[in-house]
């Protein structure tokens, strides 16, 4: 890819610097001077016009050629022959990531540093695009249909992803992660994200019963095990998470903040505010600090 | 006043058209401001998102259709017939019918922000996005109201241009001799013919699936979210060659005139501009890469998109041959005519970008592409306008624009242009998605951002010295006299000068130099035809139902493409039959009236056409009861759009022969009969697609 940019910036580079030279020479040289005649006449000439008529298409020839040959590399099979190894959906204004073996997360997908994975993409509500520039191609994300990429990351570390089609209000907000870890670290952690979270105890388990009274659970899921499609993100593990709601660090402070002004961290999210006391936050932050 | 209301004369719907643009110009721009405001800094709070999506949105929908459509058509109203040696347009009073529905569009898509909120999921507003679900305030009605009213005038305006053109020229004036702009115009409009109905059809999908609750965009209850897309770019894509190919036509006529030197391979100019219409046709899928659509269909759209920089190569060479071996004058006009050249390089290089499909998977919607289309169609368009509004000031107003603040002009606009927006490049390959209301601090993103609004200010000045220089000049400006520039086509002439090259006014001069006794008088009225001072209809209508068709062909694929998901239930195929035969038997009918021109003939088509009606009437009827409606299904959806737009038309077919029933031997009768076949031809595709 990067060579294929490096390739078009060169040809393109080259036809600008011809094109800027013939017009300074034009301005430069052929400037009026006083008293000069006018110019001759000159309708054109066929055997210049066939040139630059044939030049560039062989250009684009070449570009279109190696275009091809890039695409066959870089891209996925639209019907691939296997399962894929996660799904991934775009929802306003969040991703969601489910993988065969019952893991379920948001906004931050692993996936094993130096494998290649088929990633099924979809949308539950408008068109979003799912694009990690640094692992893979971007693709639109559309309701009722799906498309598939390969993701992939050399080495480990952290990559940013992000929306790339507009889709509301929050789309400038749609950010994710994509965590690239050594093979055992991601089976461990495929395994940890597929098992139910241990249960509350003390302060978290008041929170837990304000979640069920609130009805916290109509929009987000707590178990795996839930594959309802909820319009708000699974929490399941969520204090095991980087960042919360794409961009923010996962802090019980900012925790807090989510739980009590969600308004405020991503104006227009479908989350409404909840007006609770000051109790009732730290015990639902307690209960959500209790997922990991 | 009244006599501007109510005109009809070329000149002043011209002026009318470009001061309305004009006017929006400065909307547009202040939009544009508040955007780059808001950017100026990572995690700003000086927009909510609401305002930022209402702002791009209007910015997007107010320059394409609101400003360069106008100004664009505004000025080939005032030149065209004088280009041609005309008198007037065609239809002088359908010119006049266009403008309003541009006035009517255009406030009705100001009067969003008074009805609750302006549209605001972008100027292609994707489905679902779109629809009543995820845009429940009405700002996205009228967003689609207006574009159809303002893309029924563009569509008026085009047939007029296309039949002024082929009927109007003077004697002598062969079509390889008119001026190059005329040439474009003429592509440009039956592009607009053949595109605009695209876009009316999925405006109008839109609108029934928002207020009448179909389901053509929605995947919920089956419907597609991909085929607004294909829709919308069928006409999006020639939408941009019509944004452009009039700025070619004006710098095919401006820089010859101050390089001294006849346009460099006419023909080449000519036949790459066709070139482009034919191709522009073939590539709107590259606005839909990022959609996973199999290799073969994005491999067929790269080769397109990317044969189509062949012909617009051809330009940028034709225009720099046309300056070399010339004696260049340096006049502002000529300076923004050079600019264009270096500036539409740009935008037209990195265009390639995006049919190099890998490349488009990372460029596109980042601020690569918003790079891309301005150098399109600021350093295109813009800059072309620049040049003609300096060119053809003295043409409108009798006084040239001052020279002085023209070179203010022109540094700031394409200082502040290359400001703005090449730093936009980087961006885009930075990471930064497009319409994004803020972005996070990360490196060189606020730097770059911070110099892109500079340049928004200096780009804002530099407009701003024009409209002073234009209101100064206006009063104060120097009397230009008929021909200042010593051109050489027909609008710059005092007197009639018959036509026997290119360059009409050029041989005239030279004629005129070699005797010397000095002018001639000239022969009286040789450059006015005067063959159609009234208009031939029929051509006029022929074009129409052209660009119809398009519109009707687009319903019924959408009826095809929805077939698999529950077809035709209880649908009459004997009785519809039988009124169809009625209706084709009242083609019949019709054209005997148009011949014969009898009151008995006109009766029979219109009792025919009622018992059609009364007929799809009955087949509704029946539908209903099985409760079979608009929003119950998809067949319901598609069926009764296409059968009810159907029934509309031959409504209005009824009206307009109960309107010549007084006065059968009216010439209009001709183009009625014509419209009332297309009716009948297109319910016999209808009822073969939907009953066979």
Known sequence: MAVLFAQYLAVAAVIFTVVAVLVVYAIVRYRARPGAPEPRESHGSRAAEIAWTAIPLAIVLGLFVLTVRTMAFVDAPQQPERAPDLTITGHQWWWLARYPGGAVTANEIHIPAGRRLLARVDAADVIHDFWAPELARKIDAIPGRESYIWLEADAPGVYQGTCSEFCGMQHAGMHFQVIAEPEGQFSAWLERQAAPPSPPEGLAADGARLFSERKCGDCHAVLPSDTRLLSGPPLGHVASRMRLGGDRANTPANMALWVNEPQTIKPGNRMPDQHLSAADVQALTAYMESLR | ?692
């Open chain 2, 1 to 692: 006043m009244r006599n501007w209301l109510a005109t009809t004369d070329h000149k002043r719907v011209g002026i009318s058209y470009m001061l309305l643009a004009l006017f929006f110009l400065l909307v547009g721009g202040v939009e544009a401001m508040l955007l780059r405001a808001q950017l100026a800094q990572p995690n700003l709070k000086f927009l909510s998102p609401e305002a930022y999506d209402q702002a791009f949105t209007m910015h997007g929908t107010t320059m394409i259709f609101l400003v360069v459509t106008p100004v664009l058509i505004g000025f080939t109203v005032y030149l065209l017939p004088l280009m041609i040696g005309a008198r007037q347009l065609a239809y002088p009073r359908l010119s006049s019918l266009a403008f309003w529905l541009q006035v009517a569009g255009s406030v009705l898509l100001y009067t969003s922000f008074a009805a609750g909120g302006a549209p605001d999921a972008g100027w292609f507003s994707y489905a679902p996005l779109s629809e009543t679900p995820y845009s429940p305030h009405p700002g996205l009605d009228f967003w689609a109201l207006s574009l159809l009213l303002l893309s029924m005038g563009s569509i008026l305006s085009a047939i007029n241009f296309i039949v002024t053109i082929a009927r109007l020229r003077a004697p002598g004036m062969t079509i390889r001799r008119v001026p190059l702009f005329v040439w474009m115009t003429l592509v440009n409009s039956s592009l607009i013919v053949f595109a605009m109905p695209a876009l009316n059809a999925a405006l109008a999908m839109l609108l029934i699936d928002r207020r009448l609750n179909a389901h053509f965009f929605t995947p919920a209850q089956g419907g597609s979210a991909l085929l607004w897309q294909h829709y919308f770019w069928i006409f999006g894509h020639p939408e941009v060659y019509i944004l452009v190919l009039p700025a070619f036509g004006m710098i095919s006529e401006i820089i010859p005139v101050f390089s001294r030197k006849p346009i460099f391979g006419y023909d080449f100019m000519a036949g790459s501009t066709l070139a482009i219409a034919f191709l522009s046709y073939g590539v709107w899928v590259h606005h839909m890469f990022a959609v996973a659509l199999g290799k073969v269909v994005l491999s067929a759209f790269a080769a397109s998109s990317m044969l189509i920089a062949v012909p617009t190569g051809v330009k940028i060479f034709s225009w720099t041959a046309t300056m070399i071996g010339g004696s260049i004058r340096f006049t502002t006009a000529m300076l923004f005519a050079i600019a264009f050249l270096l500036e539409f390089t740009i935008g037209g290089l990195s265009g390639i970008g995006f049919a190099m499909v890998p490349l488009d998977w990372q460029l596109t919607d980042t601020y690569f592409v918003v790079a891309h289309f301005h150098y399109v169609l600021f350093g295109g368009t813009a800059l072309a306008l620049f040049a003609a509004a300096y060119y053809w000031f003295p043409k409108f107003s009798g006084r040239l624009l001052n020279e002085s603040m023209g070179k203010w002009n022109f540094w700031l606009v394409v200082i502040g242009l290359n400001l703005t927006f090449f730093v936009q490049h980087i961006l885009g390959l930075l990471g930064m998605p497009r319409r994004v209301y803020t972005y996070p601090d990360l490196p060189w993103w606020g730097a770059l951002n911070v110099i892109s609004t500079f340049g928004a200010v200096i780009l804002g000045l530099g407009s701003l010295v024009f409209v002073v220089n234009m209101l100064a000049s206006l009063v104060f400006g120097a009397k230009a006299g008929p021909d200042p520039w010593d051109a050489w086509t027909l609008e710059w002439a005092e007197t009639a000068v018959p036509v026997r090259s290119r360059r009409p006014l050029w041989d005239w001069k030279r004629e005129a130099k070699r005797q010397e006794s000095g002018v001639r008088s000239p022969e009286s009225g040789v450059t006015a035809s005067g063959r159609l001072e009234t208009g031939d209809s029929r051509a006029g209508m022929g074009l129409f139902v052209l660009s119809e068709s398009v519109f009707f062909f687009l319903l019924i694929v959408a009826y095809e493409y929805f077939r698999s998901s529950g077809g035709a239930v209880g649908l009459h195929l004997r009785e519809t039959g039988i009124f169809t035969a009625c209706l084709l038997a009242s083609g019949f009918t019709v054209w005997r009236a148009s011949v014969t021109r009898g009151r008995a003939w006109l009766l029979a088509t219109i009792a025919l056409g009622l018992v059609f009606l009364l007929g799809q009437g009955r087949e509704y009827w029946g539908l209903l009861e099985q409760h079979v409606t608009i929003s119950s299904s998809l067949f319901g959806t598609t069926f009764f759009t296409v059968a009810g737009f159907h029934a509309l038309h031959v409504v209005a077919g009824l009206l307009a022969l109960a309107a010549v029933w007084k006065t059968p031997k009216s010439r209009m009768l001709a183009p009625i009969s014509l419209y009332w076949q297309f009716g009948s031809l297109v319910w016999l595709a209808i009822f073969c697609v939907v009953y066979l």
